[in-house]
């Protein structure tokens, strides 16, 4: 039997997308492996959660390194030494360059705090709690150059209550990012790993 699919997860915070992912696996319910956790913080929280699930990890500073280019040259000699199949941004707070897209074609999937093509970029919730909408949500899409721009694979919505602040409206959120995430992932698993 061809082995599971193999995940590269880069963070850059909380993680607690990371644990929604690690804690599917573990519960038998998404047939995948985490084969390396790469954070460009080095402080982030998320580095605890992948020691505590012994999962391999590395941070990649960008201030090590001289541009962009290299930073992200780096990235992709760590996630190739870990033969990852699915690049997965959870909390990566960094717009990628042409390198890390270029080696990893329609596999590399972000999830964003909004229903894009709206309120892409920086504190979607707040962007949405001051625009009025009225149902929120979150993304799962594929990565490209553009900020939040890459084709959508899926979304779930929320609804915006009349006393949301944006504390409670991130946690809403937040708990269906936590199932739509690994369930995207759950998707693209087999056609990831016949594509091999
Ligand atoms: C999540 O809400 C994720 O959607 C968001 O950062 C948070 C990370 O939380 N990502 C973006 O805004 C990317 N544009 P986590 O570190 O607990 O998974």
Aim: aromatic fraction near 4%; include cysteine; charged fraction near 20%.
């Amino acid at each position: 039997m061809a082995e599971v699919l193999c995940l590269g997860i880069l963070v850059s915070g909380r993680g607690s997308n990371l644990a929604a992912i690690a804690a599917q696996i573990e519960a038998g319910r998404l047939a995948a492996r985490v084969g390396v956790v790469i954070s460009d913080n080095p402080l982030a929280p998320a580095l605890r959660i992948a020691a505590e699930k012994r999962l391999p990890k590395a941070v990649v500073e960008r201030k090590a390194f001289p541009d962009k280019a290299s930073f992200e040259t780096e990235i992709a000699a760590i996630l190739k030494a870990h033969q990852v199949d699915l690049v997965v941004l959870a909390g990566f707070m960094r717009l990628l360059g042409p390198l890390l897209t270029a080696e990893f074609p329609d596999r590399i999937i972000n999830v964003h705090p909004a229903l894009l093509p709206a309120f892409p970029g920086l504190n979607a919730q707040k962007q949405a709690l001051d625009r009025g909408v009225k149902i929120a949500g979150c993304t799962v899409h594929f990565v490209n150059e553009i900020m939040d721009g890459g084709p959508i694979i899926a979304q779930a919505a929320v609804p915006v209550l009349p006393d949301d602040t944006e504390e409670s409206l991130s946690a809403r959120i937040l708990e269906e990012e936590h199932r739509l995430l690994p369930e995207a992932i759950g998707r693209l698993a087999p056609i990831l790993t016949l594509r091999r």
